[in-house]
């Protein structure tokens, strides 16, 4: 069973930082674009940033020149450094594995999720 593991999330003021962990099996991180996402209460989970495996990576437009992303391919981990927090950052943080190759309608073949780790900006 693949297991992705999220840790990093807290409390924070407006103008700080945090960093977020990502560790998941040897085998799917290897092979898998990584991604961050986010649901904040009442809104639909929203895509935060990706990797591919090759390091290429990829914003949204809110969080582009605050938020990067990165992977250590040796620890089977993905993180995302948040800087410059702002309260509408407030959100459960979700990681993602997902198939480089695509299928019908373009969607990956596989994505597993973790469980997600909540952050709070505080104002």
């Known amino acids: 069973q693949v297991q992705l593991v999220e840790s990093g999330g807290g409390l924070v003021q407006a103008g700080g930082s945090l960093r977020l962990s990502c560790t998941g099996s040897a085998i799917i991180f290897s092979i898998s674009t990584m991604g961050w996402y986010r649901q904040a209460p009442g809104a639909q989970r929203e895509l935060v940033a990706t990797i591919t495996t090759g390091g290429s990576s990829n914003y949204a437009d809110s969080v582009t020149g605050r938020f990067t992303i990165s992977r250590d391919n040796a620890k089977n981990t993905v993180y995302l450094q948040m800087n410059s927090l702002k309260p509408e950052d407030t959100a459960r943080y979700y990681c993602?594995?997902?198939?480089?190759?695509?299928?019908?309608?373009?969607?990956?073949?596989?994505?597993?999720w973790g469980q997600g780790t909540q952050v709070t900006v505080s104002s």
């Open positions: 993602d594995a997902e198939s480089v190759v695509t299928g019908t309608a373009g969607l990956p073949i596989y994505s597993y």
